[in-house]
């Protein structure tokens, strides 16, 4: 009886030997293959040589535990089984050498070992199963770019805790390393600020939300909302830090500010004027006073930049969000500021004049000069969307490209620190089909498909050698105004998802879309163990 059990388990593990094929997503940029496979049981050890690699055991563990029902023991030496040896030099590089014997992953950095793992787990099959055999192979690898993002915006649509660590999981297992957190916004603020409490109490929540595409066919007249509190936050920064994963948080200023000022009005320019909705929409309950809004655009409602109670307001709730965040960056948003209320503010005008401005837009340089002056003197540097730009850009921002690559390309030209994240590559709310059945921002107008994203060069050519240098990565952005459910989050970033992490850990001339696509099937095939929704799901 015994010896048929081995036998079946033996056949078993030769038949997913013989089916598997190297399909790791990113490409490494070095694989050979060998003869022979090692087998993985619930018995195989992992060897944790140093303290930090304990915690990637731990992780390769939770995986496995999830996707095959089982965990491994981990020893802290030996020569057999799979053996963890971070080497610090540096860079995020990592090398796996797979033989019948062992497996050994050895990291430049904690980072770099976590990736080899994430390499690891590509090589599994793709069927549950208590004996997983890995192709021999011997890989080298690192990633092109050092700024490897994504964003989610939980202001429009509010995403709980646990389906934000499961972003932040497919963010680790495609080998990224930022995720960025839009926290506020004119739909809901999203964060507990203490000396605050109307932010959430009022802020976080909006009456009703308009049905359809913009201006909408309706509204759905729910209360509509939600927030993290700051143990909250703490505890997804360090899921995020367990997966070296940066969090970087975004706090919108001056625009973009509807929420906060529902809970606030004097940071408004005119407190006393009831908030407007846009011309063709249908409004939800009360219609004076100042409300957070219920449908999606730009409105022009926005900090006022002439009140000295305005500043004295952001750098108290910066007090409180900077200590959450270990990150030393954090996004202050910048974009889409209406410049009407300024004009016609009489402070904003004093503003304008005793600091000898030319115009508006120099106020809105003004503000983020003011803001980044803060900032940096609490250790940290800021972020800012491409209208930074406009008026003079502050001396120590970043500046994060969206319309399209040419503010990122003034930036670097500025000698400025850029990240890249156009629109028409990286908008994952886009739809991926000229059709698309479900709501989307860009229904049946404009598409970005998965081929689109993956030829993306995210290095403008246009660029001069020092210059490119200062082109730190790229990001794809998921603004959430058609996306309601972490089911439809999974559908529109996948599969653009493992497009955009190959296109920012492989350099474009390394790159081919026939082979990404075939290595895409098998993907999708894990993207089915993980229970995850995705385009072209059959």
Request: contains cysteine; proline residues 6%.
């Amino acid at each position: 009886m015994r010896t048929a059990i081995l036998l079946l388990v033996a056949c078993c593990i030769l038949k997913n030997t013989g089916a598997q094929e190297i399909n790791i997503i990113p490409q490494p940029r070095s694989v050979t293959v060998k003869s022979g496979h090692f087998t993985i049981s619930p018995s195989t050890p992992i060897v944790a040589v140093a303290k930090s690699d304990k915690n990637v055991a731990a992780l390769l563990n939770s995986y496995l535990k999830s996707y095959y029902g089982f965990t491994l023991p981990v020893v802290a030496k030996g020569t057999k089984g799979i053996i963890l040896a971070t080497q610090p030099a540096s860079g995020e590089g990592y090398s796996l050498e797979s033989a019948p014997n062992a497996i050994s992953i050895t990291g430049n950095s904690e980072a770099g070992t976590f990736y080899g793992i994430q390499s690891l787990i590509q090589l599994l099959p793709v069927e549950r199963s208590a004996a997983l055999a890995v192709p021999a192979v011997s890989i080298t690898d690192a990633p092109a770019m050092a700024y490897r993002g994504m964003m989610l915006d939980v202001c429009r649509h509010f995403f709980p805790v646990e389906f934000v660590k499961k972003y932040i999981d497919y963010i680790a297992l495609h080998k990224m390393n930022y995720f960025h957190w839009h926290l506020t916004d004119d739909q809901g603020w999203r964060i507990e600020i203490k000396k605050y409490p109307k932010l959430t109490a009022v802020g976080a929540w909006r009456n009703g939300t308009i049905i359809g595409n913009f201006p909408g066919s309706g509204n759905d007249n729910l209360k509509y909302g939600g927030f993290y509190t700051q143990e909250q936050v703490k505890e997804i920064v360090a899921y995020a830090a367990k997966r070296y994963i940066t969090v970087i948080p975004e706090i919108e200023m001056p625009g973009h500010a509807s929420a906060a000022i529902a809970a606030y009005p004097y940071l408004s320019c005119f407190p006393d004027e009831s908030t407007k909705a846009p011309k063709g929409t249908t409004w939800s309950g009360p219609q004076t006073g100042k409300q957070v809004q219920q449908t999606w655009g730009v409105f022009p409602d926005v900090f006022c930049a002439g009140k000295e109670s305005t500043f004295r307001f952001l750098e108290d709730v910066l007090s409180e969000v900077l200590p959450l965040f270990p990150s030393k960056y954090v996004h202050i948003g910048g974009d889409e500021c209406p410049k009407e209320n300024w004009k016609r503010c009489p402070v904003c005008q004093k503003r304008i004049k005793d600091n000898n401005l030319k115009d508006e837009h120099e106020l809105q340089s003004y503000f983020v000069h003011r803001m980044e002056k803060f900032i940096n003197s609490k250790g940290k540097n800021i972020i800012g969307w491409d209208e930074i730009l406009e008026g003079g850009l502050a001396p120590n921002a970043t500046v994060m490209s969206w319309r399209g690559e040419k503010g990122g390309i003034e930036a670097a030209q500025q000698k400025h620190q850029v990240i890249m994240t156009p629109n028409n590559y990286v908008y994952f709310d886009y739809q991926q089909a000229p059709n698309e059945d479900s709501v989307t921002i860009t229904h049946n107008k404009s598409h970005l498909p998965v081929e689109k994203v993956y030829n993306w060069e995210i290095i403008p050519p246009s660029l001069n050698d020092d210059e490119k240098k200062l082109i730190w990565g790229g990001q794809a952005n998921l603004w959430t105004e058609y996306i309601g459910n972490p089911k439809k989050v999974e559908y529109m970033i996948f599969p653009r998802m493992s497009a955009l992490a190959e296109a920012l850990w492989t350099p474009k001339p390394e790159r081919n879309f026939d082979d990404f696509n075939k290595r895409l099937e098998t993907q999708k095939k894990r993207y089915d163990l993980w229970n995850a929704n995705y385009y072209g799901k059959k």
